[in-house]
């Protein structure tokens, strides 16, 4: 049985193996080479590297590019469509250098580009890009030093194109563009009165902060024609949102920019380019519905669509078929990193088997909630459940005035949590369970303590409640008999995970093995590669993970290869500005007091400093003993 809904989600990339643990086919292809989790993990331990640690593997994001651009080729063909296509990788969805050095290496083959929308992203792109055939599209407010910066990478052969966000930024690279006596390339960013749903729906529509609205539109085009440079218009784009989950809100947006694109077209624009944005969704759940951690799509299906409808409305008009650009970040890189973590303990919900009885002179509330945990029965579910929390409620009120004693009121609370327990065991058989009682099941749960900052290594399921999937990555063989939350080791509430992926819906807690003594539990967060490297804070000073890739050689050959090492305790001190040396020159003052005082001797003062300076060089998650 497929608990964790591994091949609905995996996308090819991951399954479960006869051994019960999951494994890697990075090509995403049957009979593709493939590596067990375990063993990967067993080959980095073996290397000195500490959980938690971030695996990236390179076939994935070559897979990944090739589907993209096959499935528009596809397309292309499919409608003889005369236009071609051109994906660039949004370089924010992932800056990592290792990230933008395979891209530009394995999208050559496609002359897939790069999408930059600040200096630091169009700076780094300039080092990386040397296909003439790629588009380096540049979105973004933009000032003297940005546009200077685009127009040199184009005067060197970078197909680099300025996207107008506002109004005045045409006169700045007009301005530009003559003192240095280059050419640029336009393109307008357009609002839609179209907009998508999911979490990310503000970024199209009207209230969308970006991009020009119609009468802008109308502005810039007039603004170009007054300075003889409407010829440098020759690219439309918008962006709906990210992870769009419904298809029907795309196919909206994109025949609404079609129309535009005509219409700049018909003003006299030498137009060829329309740029469809990001939005191009991931399927995080598998359930392929239009929830938010999901799409109502495929990939090929996107294609076609988008292919269809511009080639209706162009044709319509009677114009050339323009080239299609995407700029699909999280579908590029979601399913290439994978963080992998131990669970520290467990810290089990259990209260004794039985009833407890109560004494003879106990309170009446007392009485009153022991008789409602003995009646409970399948129609009065929901009725047993607010009268015990009812009653348990008054019991802490009279604790709080002194009324009853600690031993009562513990009995009270057994009491509350046998009729919690005999409830869920009630409810478990109902169809339909009574909403009140829906936080039940994570109550009832048992809390796995992981080796993991979800802030740092997945902010989006803290932030914005995403689904990632999660699950062991071993012991797939045995049935889970325990259900759990995971929480993290930041000593922060939030930093728990209680929302996963169902076959249903969305359950509270996820299935789990009990630990054994002597063993790892490991768990994977899987399709973490899109948005949740660079978003991770350094809440409670958790760092950046070690990183390790993973390819296989010509020969099918394992490989690892690009290990990082995550950051140091000192190096999270120097982010927030201490000096690891002057730490260590306070430390050891107060140590010398100490000594000078008789509190320690200089031999305790030695070893002392000795571990304060290894603290600094340390990991910042938990590691473990004798490493
Ligand atoms: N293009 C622009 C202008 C964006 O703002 C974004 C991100 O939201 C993207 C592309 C990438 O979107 P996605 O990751 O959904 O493909």
């Known amino acids: 049985e497929d608990t964790y809904g591994i091949d609905a989600w995996g996308n090819g990339y991951f399954h479960i193996d006869k051994n019960g643990e999951v494994i890697v086919t990075p090509s995403g292809e049957k009979g593709g080479s493939k590596v067990s989790m375990m063993q990967i993990m067993q080959d980095i331990r073996e290397r000195g590297w500490s959980l938690p640690v971030l695996l990236r593997f390179e076939g994935i994001l070559y897979s990944r590019i090739k589907a993209i651009n096959e499935s528009f080729r596809k397309a292309i063909k499919e409608y003889k469509y005369t236009g071609d296509y051109r994906g660039v990788y949004p370089i924010k969805v992932n800056q990592q250098q290792q990230v933008i050095e395979e891209l530009s290496t394995y999208g050559k083959e496609f002359h897939h580009g790069l999408e930059a929308g600040s200096k630091p992203e169009l700076i780094a792109a300039m080092a990386f890009l040397n296909d003439p055939e790629a588009l380096l599209i540049c979105n973004g407010y933009k000032d003297e030093e940005f546009i200077d910066l685009g127009l040199s990478a184009r005067k060197l052969g970078i197909n680099c194109i300025f996207v107008i966000e506002t109004v005045q930024e045409v006169q700045l690279i007009l301005k530009r563009s003559e003192k240095l006596g280059i050419r640029p390339v336009l393109g307008l960013r ?129 114009l050339k078929h323009p080239r299609i650009i995407t700029e699909s970040g999280r579908a590029t890189v979601a399913y290439y990193s994978v963080l992998l973590f131990n669970i520290l303990e467990v810290s089990k919900f259990s ?212 290990e990082l090492e995550g950051d140091t305790v000192a190096d999270v001190l120097e982010y927030v500005e201490y000096d690891p040396k002057d730490l260590v020159r306070r430390f050891r003052e107060m140590a010398e007091r100490a000594v000078k005082k008789q509190v320690i001797s200089g031999p305790e003062r030695k070893s002392i400093m000795a571990l304060y300076q290894e603290g600094l060089r340390g990991y910042t998650y938990h590691e473990p003993e004798n490493a």
């Open 351 to 562: 209260v004794a088997g039985d009833l407890p009885e109560v004494e003879e002179n106990s309170h009446e509330l007392t009485s009153n909630i022991h008789y409602t945990a003995k009646s409970i029965t399948a129609k009065n579910l929901q009725e047993s459940f607010h009268d015990a929390i009812y009653y348990r409620d008054e019991i802490r009120t009279l604790f709080r005035h002194g009324q009853i004693g600690i031993r009562e009121r513990a009995t009270v609370e057994e009491i509350f949590w046998y009729t919690m327990l005999k409830i869920r065991e009630r409810m478990g058989k109902l169809r339909q369970p009574p909403r009140d009682l829906e936080d039940l099941e994570s109550a009832l749960s048992d809390i796995y303590y992981g080796n993991l900052s979800v802030f740092q290594s997945i902010p989006d399921s803290w932030a914005i409640d995403q689904l990632f999937p999660l699950m062991p990555i071993h012991r797939l063989n045995e049935a889970p008999t325990r259900n759990g939350i995971i929480a993290d080791i930041t000593c922060d509430c939030d930093g728990k995970i209680d929302r996963f992926i169902d076959k249903t819906d969305v359950s509270p807690t996820l299935p789990l093995h009990e630990l054994k003594d002597g063993e790892d539990y490991i768990l994977g967060a899987f399709l973490v590669g899109a948005y949740q490297e660079t978003l991770g804070d350094l809440h409670n000073l958790f760092g950046d993970t070690n990183v390790v890739g993973i390819r296989f050689d010509e020969d099918g050959e394992l490989e690892y290869f690009h």
């Open 190 to 318: 357009m609002k839609l009165s179209s907009s998508g749903s999911g979490h990310w729906k503000e970024s199209g529509g009207d209230r969308s902060v970006f991009g020009l609205n119609t009468y802008q539109v109308m502005q810039v085009v007039d603004d170009l024609k007054a300075e003889n440079a409407l010829d440098c218009l020759q690219l439309l784009h918008f962006h709906l949102g990210s992870q769009l989950p419904n298809i029907r809100d795309i196919r909206n947006a994109a025949t609404e920019a079609c129309r535009v694109y005509c219409g700049l077209a018909q003003e006299g624009a030498p137009m060829s380019m329309l740029d469809l944005g990001g939005g191009l969704a991931v399927d995080y759940d598998g359930s392929h519905t239009n929830s938010n951690s999901s799409c109502n799509y495929t990939l090929d299906e996107y294609a076609r669509d988008m292919v269809e409808i511009i080639k209706g409305v162009v044709d319509e008009a009677e």
